[in-house]
């Protein structure tokens, strides 16, 4: 019964294997190895276009040099108040751009609202020096809350960003739940709707360290080999950055992981909706879910061994929140299996000793 | 004839096997899993006292994070002149300090030379504010050029750093290798001699994707957990870095890989000092061997597929090298073998048609 | 009718004489001269404590030094949404910590509402390094809006720093002008209520260029001296600022000045408040008026040579501002006279000839 | 007898009554009133060119800010190692640009050896990650040791910048003096030769507080309102700076005290030159003066009221400097008198009570 997070898992069979298969042998290093273009090429396919693809370690990385890639002097982004990018990247953003800040904007359920965008980048007008350059504008799909943009709405943002002249970048460390929520090719999910720069996640979804900035807006990969580098993220061994990228494309690997996630997560939501001792905050289409539950239920679960976390109220959920309630997140993942859904159901509705 | 980095090399297959043996179940995340823990404690036991232990990606980050934990503001840092730190990071230590600036020490055989040293110092005087402030003094061992520190020599630079105050940093991104040529414990190589923080490679002896800095001196781990992160260096699946280090150690792996990576070093200077095409430029007791070659000889062995790169003239060594001559360096690693060697070798001395 | 900003009067004559009278002799450099020593301990004196004293060149260094000077790795500040911190100063804050976030907090009439305040906090759990750590938090007295915190309200604040372990810092670019409004000591205006360190503008306020930071937590003051000269922010011919604030001091010039802006404020908003053509959007004890109109009327005033600038809505103030309606911002200053009022008071009654 | 610096002087009755008459009114805050302006423009007139010009407070922020304005990811400058960016300015370049190096150059009397630049740049070759990227060349006119680049040795070093693509800049704090000394006209000195930014410097000629970045190339000017906004250094009240600046350059006073400081000099050295205590260390036509005593001598002339420091010894002049004995830097300036020079050309040989 372990939802804590999706990176609590491992590193899916076939990922493994790829690993120990590209083990021998001489490679050229930091990236220039026959496998990593075979790989980058690969994405190119995916995307239906050129791309340029910048492997790096972690998620934080993904997003924070992506940031520096778009950055200007006194560059302002903007992204959604609960964004990974502003809550849970330790100032990495601010350290590798650097200096630059993330400009928090409201919106409910976790997405940009489009009004509250354009009226926050128009507080930084271009050229006056006292506030700054806008930059760039970031948003994560599937979001931090596990909802997603559908088309519509991603189109609506990259309008706003192509009337002020600012890049668009995704946080796409579930890029793949996302996907299988919303049935759109990768292409559709980005170059297509306006999207200059991704952060590809791996790691999340069945690697064990495979994450790639994805550039489709040339201007902004120029620098990136030296951004990356000052950044300390640049793999001698690249070429096991790539064998995943490898396997995890192979026969939609990724896909399917991802879709797997998601049905359990859709499962998972049914329990809880269907239970007397939580409730869901929300519909969440990716792999996240969220529970609604008092704090002696909260408790039980923890006890019971359930590994899941309190989670710090979005903005706009205050008022789904009872007093003595709390919310709770829930992350479904490649290896979690219906048996750990039905286990957790099943505890979830056995009434506590204290409620009998 | 693979001679060009110890980082051509892939993983050795006990490495591979202990990913593979970790990639199951569920763990919890970013450095907090027991393998972690257990991990962790088999640094002490290695060390033969506390230390704290930190994983991060790349030897360039090591470094890097090593010196944020020691800067202070205006932070100086010394380190040869033609240390990694200075040459080969791509400003990936002024970045992740922020700001630090790292002064080069000149000094013969890539060590720090301890009155150039102690000059160096003296040129920053403590509270002097238009200087700055000295924060610590790094030495690679082995060193850039394949030299090593003996104890004396590294007693000598830890006296200096205690005179003035200055923690020491080793970067032992050939930590192994060193240790395998002076016959010294870990302790000895290092806190017995007054190092105070250690970059400590995996990658390049044999790992895929192991760095770790161990800190001897408490002081300076307590802000690293939040320099790592704000570096983003923290490895969500932080327990594939320690599997491999778990393996990496077990039955002294890492110290037979060194060996044998320096052996064949030793054999391949051998060939070259009996050479009539190539001489060496001075004795290596680590891995990386530096020879002296005409640009003909040199591009008669590129063209028949020998791998190895033209080197930076180290400063001290302007006078060695002739006219038409060129300095070359030749790694060796956990996977080269003696026929690698031998048919270099018997490259290197049969005659070039153009000689002929 | 100048009423641009208090930055558009030049020097008080006495300022102009006291740059005048220092010009001759040769004196210490760099902060380091009697003249420099006997203004610090004039400080002192006003703030009836000990104080360390740092002089700077402009309000923005002193906001970001200070921040600097409070700062720890991965450090996060909190300041009002429409801080000078966050909205008008173009990164340097970011640039000079280095790598601070600063993050925005509501509350309504400028001030920081402390329920707010402290959930904000909340969302940065010290230690949990993927959050970062709480740093400072920085209120603005007088606020960006022409408020003041009243001293209770300090108090509520300061009481959620201790809490949290936070240093206060106190935003005192128009310092001057709220302890006119307030009619509080230096000391009850800030350590007394628990602000570690301030922000102390004299510029706004009659001097060409005289800035200090104020640390009155003697932590904080420990690495300034070079946090300042990394910043480039220490002059070498500081005498000349200490000239600036002996004169400033004198005889009470500062509150002499800071209380005719003041005066000249609260008749600029009785004339606004009697108008038919304006309106106030809040009442403003300090020397910032905020007026709302149309923009028939703002252009009319414009074009008639009337020197004010339309202003950002602040976010609680959404809903005071009618359709076609603009907020607008009036600043005097010790240069502001009766006349300057009047004349404005004037024009603004005036009808336009597109209202006949 | 006071030659510690050409900053521990006042402000030049011209300056100070500049200031005095421009106090009065209003003017547009940040750089962009009338006054700033004709200043501006004045500057152009002097450099026989269309220049960007922009005001700051320190040398050090010119200096940083110039090096930010060239600055790329992963930027390495090239300055000679004893510039005053690398051992003056506390880290301020690296903080402002940021995180840019200074990778230092040997060449004896303070200037940079062309053959040695040219050969450290190479150490960088673009495109090469690892090392990162060359981005500029720094001199000093003056150097930090009082002497001069010629025409042909500027030629030379421009030279270099353009086969390699980069950008000059020119540390001119004391770039009067130099002129003084040369008889060239600005543009001579500066883009005739290829220098594409200036650190103009007033403050040690006669101001007290203003300084220039004067941009030659466009390119370098365009981020630069930003750069210097973020680095806290614009001036609200910078009709101040443009006041000191148009009375500098009324009548060549500039020239005439530069010029002043320079005889100065020259007496200096010619008493230095004739005494039996002491040597002159080199010749230097502008106006710091290297004096080579022995510690006695030192330590006599100090104790009778003589204010010059003890200097760091250059590299190249270690071999000057005989045992017991120390270099000594006296600096003339616009306030230096014959009487003053008299005065300690008179003590240095009045032999001391020790030596009878």
Known sequence: MQFSSDNWAGAHPRIAEALTRHADGFAQAYGLSEQDRKVEQRFGELFERDVAVFFVGTGTAANSISMAAANRPGGVAFAH?????IEDEGGAPQMLTPGARIEPVDGDHGRLDPEELDAAIRRFPAQFIHAGQPMAVSISQSTEIGTVYEAAQVDEISEICRLHGLPLHMDGARFANAMAALGQSPAEMTWKRGVDILSFGGTKNGCWCAEAIVVFNPDLARDLPFLR???AHIFSKSRFM?????AYFEDDLWV???SHANTMAKELQTAIAESQHARLAWESPANEVFAIMDRSTFDRLQAAGAGFYEWKTPHFAKQLIGENELITRLVTGFATTRDHVREFAALLDQDSPANL
């Open 229 to 231: 580098k000052r950044s």
């Open 256 to 258: 399917t992981l991802a």
């Open 81 to 85: 108040r609960e964004a990974h990018l």
């Open 242 to 246: 790539a064998a995943q990228f490898e």
